[in-house]
């Protein structure tokens, strides 16, 4: 089993920015982070749970129309945590976002907890 943290989210005003953190908990879910595919999804009220950004597992990355521009996904292999930037952000960003865990071909599928982003004045 694969527990993931994320945090990060807050109120923001439009245009502002916000890093949200997504890291494994446990030793051996770190080893699994690791070498997995992690992404960003978000959901807002009322609405499905959209793709935002993918970071693979060999570093490629691949972002949402929505998204690409305003937004960067990277990894810290240091601190074993995902991060998602977010500049410019817009009111319609404003949703629960997830991180989530897969790796290709093992049937892994984890999410975190999920962290509040709301973009108002």
Known sequence: QVQLVDSGGGLVQPGGSLRLSCAPSGTASGYIFGISDISWYRQAPGKQRELVATLTSRGGTNYADSAQGRFTIS?????NTVYLQMDSL???DTAVYYCNLKRPGTGWD???QGTQVT???
Do not use: A, C, L
Not at 75 to 79: A, L, M, Y
């Open 119 to 121: 973009v108002s004045s």
């Open 75 to 79: 990894r810290d292999n240091g601190e």
């Open 110 to 112: 984890y999410w975190g």
């Open 90 to 92: 817009r009111p319609e």
